[in-house]
């Protein structure tokens, strides 16, 4: 079994939180995963910039796997993410003041790219751990599905080895008991040990 | 102005439902809305025989546009749905017994197919009435998704001209106040005035 | 078959809302509904202000049943209160900046006062009539229920004939489509149907 | 400081549940929580048998608080009771087929009573370590109710010196994974720690 590289993103804080829980799971990850190497990646909440950040480090480190987390505030677990829309529709600005309507990430990549990870394998995984976690039909149109979007076209048009998904993580038991009692949340560390059991996972394919 | 022809569908009940709102509403349409000439048709609830009855029905009226209508129980308001996926996946048997895992609905086709109607001037012209309606980024894996996949696959492949989408409506107040005590819902009559404010804001292409 | 009369109350808007559904529905209620003869009355959204404009117009009309209404937004149904109980909490102040803390409302009273209305067959009048509505077993703690509880302890301790009951009523639909979209709401006119259905149910003691 | 007995009590299984978390985490719990030396008892859901049990209990161990714990399922936290009300009202029968309609629990007791217990001050130890917890206005009209009101009712009328109070713990992981994937849940350590920052909480009256 040789070492394969997995690079593992986050997004920076937005709207009125001060955490983004997606980054600070992958900060407590350990560097090295069953067979997979880790590469750490702070993403920033903006629908052009996060391409941009996330494009350079896959042409810097061409990873095996790109495995990218963002927030879903209000889900009650962990959710892997099956597919990508061709679409950026947003009420709120992303960090650099942009709200997109209706507007196209690639105008003309296809209308949808499925996760070309074994979700449901990585769910099994999860779960099986007693950790709740589930398949999820939409990333929603926000920045986490424009770089999913990024992430899959990428791996059709450029790096044909590569392979990519998303996972949304809810918010985490810090964010509950300041300001958001009414919503259902998980435990930090919860959330990155599910991390590692899909991650592990994943297949040397 | 000429007449155009616009084919409505909804669905038979399924599961312990012994009606199903979506096929109640389009029962109470009336035979013409605006420009649009109305044909119904109810669809059986099966992955196969929803597409085969559907397929048959385009063949033999040719319409301009195919609006099908399902039911989406716990929703809180109609949604128009933005895409449909290349996908079977349930835990819960079509009224034929059928249970698909993570199956393609068409073997080579593609991964999603947007909705090419105006499904944002559609939304509005429901809540400009004060009738709530949003747009849904996922129409789930059951039967109505496969039902809009093939919907769009034959504008794409076969009827050029033809325009498709879809539209969940909540469970209405009889579900409610019988079993469903604990979820949303809305009366049936609002829910056709809402389809027929949707329809009047399809344009003429 | 003699006339009576009923006191039906609702609340000013409060917070950022421009409307309160609860007086909404009021306005709209005929002068009669069966033996019942209405009359109508607006309260202040104020832990004090409402108990002194409600005390007043009992000691003027001397209602034989007093039905009072509040928005409960987030909630699908229309709810008949079963209980108050002593205590003012919230986090948010009320139309005249007040945010009590475990407050009791009347430093000697019961801990709870159960509504000496028929509940339940008002609930069954509505329900046998396809709306949604169900009985809830808190009133919460912020004015809605201070109003209850002084009603009701008018009821034990000054007007022995007298009964009380609190209907709390979800965001209406222009609510909903304007800034709410996430929350489930229903028709102005079915609240004010339901009421009617309601009020109809009360027996003449 | 005096060493003082608080007694816990949890449900067994009910419905078509295998475990029932309340009681799983007292099982964890330690024999010993600062100055408070616990006595753990299992109590059967029934309406009158877990009344039976608890004061059975209560005369043997003369506890100075009695604090028990049932399962919500659906809440996204740790919630801590305000008050019992005086009344039976189900739909599902308990472990013994009762499914009682509107009934008093004791014919002439009052209709609420308070929690003698520092709910604030408890609910606050738990927030303060991050685990979502907040007060709850009403225990519902199941069994947990009944049990807290009789538990109060024995403060008031039979031993002046005790304290009670209720505690709805949500369903745990183990519940999510297999069959409810819609709901919120938390872990059952998580929920064994909290219960020991709110026992801790609880002041040598």
Redesign the interface.
């Given at each position: 079994m040789s070492t394969k590289m997995i690079l593992v993103t986050g997004f920076e804080p937005f709207g009125e939180e001060k955490i983004n829980p997606s980054y600070e799971a992958v900060k407590l990850l350990p560097g090295q995963i069953g067979q997979w190497k880790l590469k750490k990646l702070e993403l920033p909440v903006g629908f052009k910039e996060s391409a941009k950040v996330l494009k350079k480090a896959v042409e810097v480190c061409t990873p095996d796997v790109l495995l990218c987390l963002g927030q879903a505030g209000g889900r009650?677990?962990i959710t892997i993410e099956?597919?990508a829309?061709?679409?950026k529709d947003s009420r709120m600005a992303d960090n650099f003041g942009i709200i997109p309507e209706?507007e196209k990430i690639i105008i003309d990549g296809?209308?949808?790219?499925?996760s070309n990870l074994p979700i449901?394998k990585m769910m099994k995984s999860v779960?099986d751990h007693?950790?709740?976690?589930?398949v999820s039909?939409?990333a929603?149109?926000y920045v986490c599905n424009t770089v999913l979007y990024h992430a899959l076209y990428l791996c059709q048009n450029k790096y044909p080895g590569m392979r990519a998904g998303f996972v949304h993580v809810p918010f985490i038991?810090?964010q509950?008991?300041q300001t958001k009692?009414?919503?259902?949340?998980m435990?930090l560390t919860?959330i990155m040990e599910a991390l590692e059991y899909m991650i592990e996972a994943i297949d040397d394919e």
């Amino acid at each position: 079994m040789s070492t394969k590289m997995i690079l593992v993103t986050g997004f920076e804080p937005f709207g009125e939180e001060k955490i983004n829980p997606s980054y600070e799971a992958v900060k407590l990850l350990p560097g090295q995963i069953g067979q997979w190497k880790l590469k750490k990646l702070e993403l920033p909440v903006g629908f052009k910039e996060s391409a941009k950040v996330l494009k350079k480090a896959v042409e810097v480190c061409t990873p095996d796997v790109l495995l990218c987390l963002g927030q879903a505030g209000g889900r009650n677990a962990i959710t892997i993410e099956r597919i990508a829309i061709n679409i950026k529709d947003s009420r709120m600005a992303d960090n650099f003041g942009i709200i997109p309507e209706d507007e196209k990430i690639i105008i003309d990549g296809p209308d949808g790219i499925f996760s070309n990870l074994p979700i449901k394998k990585m769910m099994k995984s999860v779960t099986d751990h007693n950790i709740p976690c589930f398949v999820s039909n939409t990333a929603g149109t926000y920045v986490c599905n424009t770089v999913l979007y990024h992430a899959l076209y990428l791996c059709q048009n450029k790096y044909p080895g590569m392979r990519a998904g998303f996972v949304h993580v809810p918010f985490i038991y810090e964010q509950l008991t300041q300001t958001k009692s009414n919503y259902p949340g998980m435990r930090l560390t919860d959330i990155m040990e599910a991390l590692e059991y899909m991650i592990e996972a994943i297949d040397d394919e």
